[in-house]
Structure formats: structure tokens, C-alpha cells
């Protein structure tokens, strides 16, 4: 595997991980308040959502690093 490749892995399973794990916990708490099964909801609604969400970043993310580049040179040259 490449170092390019490995880096564009790790980043994903971080960058999924940390949204997944904030995203969750926020909905479950907008949908249920903290009831007594909130962690068990938490970690059903985390387990469904972190595959998808590092399927995500790994498709998406490059595409999105270079729309970002994009917007920061367009910024940068002013418009």
C-alpha cells in the first residue's frame, strides 16, 4: 500500500470516526433527550452510521480537498 494511500485511509477512519461519534450523539439527543437508554441508542445509531460515513470520506474526500483548493486560490486571486 502506498504512503498515499495509507494516509487517505487513516485520515478517513479518524475523520469518520470523530463525526460519526459527535453526529450520533447529537441527533439521538435532539430525537430522545437523555433518557435511560440514550448510550444504547447512541451506540446503535454509531454502529449503523460509521461505515457509511468512511465510505464517505474515502470517496469523497479528494474530491472535496480540491473543490477546497479551488475556492482558497479563487479567494486568494479575489475572485
Not at 502506498?2 to 469518520?16: P, T
Amino acid at each position: 500500500m502506498s504512503e498515499a494511500l495509507r494516509l487517505r485511509f487513516v485520515f478517513a477512519v479518524i475523520m469518520s470516526l470523530v463525526m460519526t461519534l459527535l453526529m450520533s450523539a447529537w441527533v439521538t439527543w435532539l430525537n430522545i433527550g437523555l433518557q435511560d437508554d440514550f448510550l444504547a441508542r447512541w451506540r446503535h445509531a454509531f454502529l449503523a452510521a460509521w461505515p457509511v460515513a468512511f465510505c464517505a470520506v474515502m470517496l469523497f474526500a479528494p474530491h472535496v480537498q480540491g473543490v477546497s483548493r479551488q475556492i482558497v486560490l479563487r479567494l486568494k486571486r479575489g475572485g
